[in-house]
């Protein structure tokens, strides 16, 4: 998104921009040495090793899926690097973590670029059968299963469910005057809003 | 040369704004917005993209803390046990509501009488009922009439209700054999073609904005009626104070524009359309020497009474595959049936629950509601329970009325223009943590019925501050209400607040419904009262 130019709110982190394509003069993978990256690697591993049908973490999230995750999310970055910082820890990836307790910014940045970069991978998604959130083909006319099964009937014949403040009790209104009615079928009603 | 003063000058273009504003144009008033946020092309909206699940925790948060956009300006919430959300749009925050579009319940307008406690409102819910079927009409709002939670009789929602979905079929079986109520969500989403809108798609993404145009949000459908009528919808204009003369009227707005200059706008009414944190703020900061505690608050209760809705999320999991993923955002299913005060619970008033999608395989992974994470071997058997096979009820409980839960002017902390930032103090009281332990216990048992073989309670939800409500109640006494009957402040008689500032309780529902037919109302009474209404010479 467009950067507003009014005035930029203080005390709180400065406005981030949206996903914008890795060019080789910013590519945001760039900042993490090899060092670094076999750190990922293995924590990443820990986290979420092979199994279940699944794979390793370390084997799908390499330069692509961080660039990836890096350019959408670029305030992640510092955070990320500051996880993955020589020295922290017993030098096991259990022991990073277990480190990494005491910054709870840090760890859950180190956390969401592992679990971003995992479950945006076409090969993770197809695995747990997620295709993505869809766009689906609504039949408005279609008669739901609620009304085919009766289930409104059922709420219907109960009555009135809501307290009348003339007399503070529930509603002394008989079942019959209720009735489930929509408008009728989309094309009857297309555009007259008011 | 002096700039002549609009007819109306409203500050702020989300929901309530958007309703004025189509309104007063419509019946030939001059109309101009300020707005401190910008309009969105829908192709900004991250629902389609693979990146969606990655942006709704920065960029598209709900809270403006988070998400730190240039047009924000940001809470101290440091004081707060709920987190304050909302979004600085045309459109407003109605660009990352969920889209559910309950009314109010006709005991919620009668607390006091009822249940000896809070307020009654100024108004009944059959006053306002044909004002929530125009706004019905306005939003394209898709529903099922004759829901026995609600008198019998009125017109329809224009549309048929959306699907209620796998998870919803089964928890409305569930409550069929139970006995308890529930019925069809109203959302202010399309079923079907509307108004030049496109249908609901089903993505399940609404709260980062409609990729579709098919959840309703003013800028969709009223503003660009009310701007060919003649309106003037300045953005980028952040409002610094409203003025007012020695005749106790207001003036107009100093704002400054997105290139930091100050500048006046002259109006013979204003009407405050920002939100009840944002209206609350606005009229503390409008002081002088007439006004040394803020605008319109002889009373002192400008700021006071913040409702927030205390929010719970309770998860059943499930073995069936629900696609819980899918499905509008707005709720699928609802149910009123321990809405109503009943004593022996220990508590008084209710909630009202909406069953609603459950995200992608990221919220299953790091859970933004209920639930946890699960790291090593076990973490992927985590993540097939929870993705798709999952059904959430979400329990939006009563907020009672407390003086000091309260909107003030931080003492240490602005924007970058130089303007006190709102400074949030708000606690949860005993009957809302009394109200909700009950409807977590109930909602438990709804889920097991359907079948679910866990459930995962996410008590009380740090970011749940959808509804802001309160900060200039309604009221017929001066002395105990900012504003009167008809959404005018008792004290200067050319200053509405339209938004949910004016709520006397704040029901147990998603408040956007009654916000817009009660803006809807406040500007009928505009037009029917124009010839009488005290102007600034």
Known sequence: MTADPIARPIAVPPAIPAATPASAETDPVAPLDPAARAVLAAVADHLIPAGHGMPSAATVVGDTRLRFVLAARPDLLQPLLAALRPGLGDGSPGGRLAALEAEGDHLAALQQVVVFAYYTDRDVRERLGYPGQMAKTLYSWKVPDFIEEGLIDQVLARGAVWRDPATGRRADVPASAYEAHDAGPAADRRGEPS | ?537
């Open chain 2, 1 to 537: 040369m002096a700039k002549d003063p609009a007819d109306v000058l409203i500050v702020g273009a989300g929901a309530s704004g958007g309703v004025v504003a189509l309104r007063l144009a419509e019946a030939g008033f001059s109309v101009v917005c300020l707005e401190q946020g910008r309009w969105y092309d829908r192709g900004e909206f991250r629902g389609p993209e693979l990146d969606w699940e990655l942006t709704m925790r920065k960029q598209w948060s709900t809270s403006p803390n988070v998400r730190a956009l240039p047009q924000d300006y940001p809470l101290d919430e440091a004081d707060a046990d709920i987190s304050p959300l909302m979004f600085s749009a045309v459109g407003g925050s109605m660009i990352i509501f969920a889209g559910a579009w309950p009314r109010m319940l006709p005991s919620d307008f009668r607390v006091r009488s009822l249940d000896g406690i809070a307020d009654d409102w100024p108004l009944t819910y059959e006053e306002l009922r044909p004002y929530y079927e125009r706004t019905d009409r306005q939003f394209g709002v898709s529903g099922m009439g004759g829901d026995p939670a609600y008198p019998p009789g009125g017109e329809d929602p224009p549309l048929p209700p959306l699907p209620v979905g796998k998870g919803g079929l089964r928890v409305a079986r569930a409550h069929a054999r139970m006995g308890w109520h529930w019925w069809p969500e109203p959302n202010a989403i399309l079923s079907a073609p509307y108004d030049g809108r496109r249908p609901c798609v089903q993505r399940g993404t609404c709260q980062q904005g409609c990729s579709e145009g098919a959840k309703a949000s003013t800028d969709l459908t009223h503003w660009p009626k009310a701007i060919g009528l003649g309106a003037r919808l300045v953005t980028g204009a952040r409002v610094r104070r409203l003025e007012s003369n020695g005749k106790g009227l207001v003036t107009g707005a100093t704002w400054i524009d997105d290139a930091g200059a100050e500048r006046f706008e002259p109006a013979k009414v204003v009407v405050l359309a920002a939100n009840a944190i944002g209206t609350a703020r606005l009229l503390l900061l409008s002081t002088d020497d007439r006004h040394p505690d803020g605008l319109a608050n002889s009373s002192g209760l400008v700021g006071r009474r913040l409702m927030m809705h205390p929010f719970a999320n309770v998860g059943g999991l499930f073995d069936e595959d629900l696609e819980s993923w899918q499905g509008q955002f707005g709720c699928s299913i609802e149910s009123f049936e321990f809405y109503e005060t009943d004593e022996r619970r220990g508590f008084v008033r209710g909630a009202k629950w909406g069953l609603a999608p459950t995200f992608g395989p990221i919220n299953a992974a790091l859970p933004s509601r209920a639930g946890t994470q699960v790291w090593g071997p076990e973490h992927h058997l985590h993540v097939k329970r929870h993705l798709g096979r999952a059904a959430n009820w979400g329990l939006f409980g009563e907020d009672l009325p407390d003086e000091s839960n309260r909107v003030t002017l931080s003492p240490t902390m602005a924007d970058s223009s130089g303007i006190p930032t709102p400074e949030i103090h708000y606690r949860v009281s005993e009957n809302s943590r009394r109200l909700l332990d009950f409807h977590i216990e109930k909602a438990s048992e709804s889920l097991r019925e359907a079948g679910a073989y866990a459930v995962e309670v996410d008590r009380l939800m740090r970011y749940s501050g959808w509804h802001l409500l309160g900060t200039a109640r309604m009221g017929d006494d001066p002395r105990t209400s900012v504003l009167d009957r008809w959404n005018r402040s008792h004290d200067v008689p050319n200053l509405y607040v339209v938004d949910g500032s004016a709520f006397v309780t704040s029901g147990g529902v998603n408040p956007t419904s009654s916000i817009a037919a009660l803006a809807l109302r406040a500007a009928d009474h505009m037009v029917a009262t124009r010839f009488d209404q005290q102007v600034p010479a």
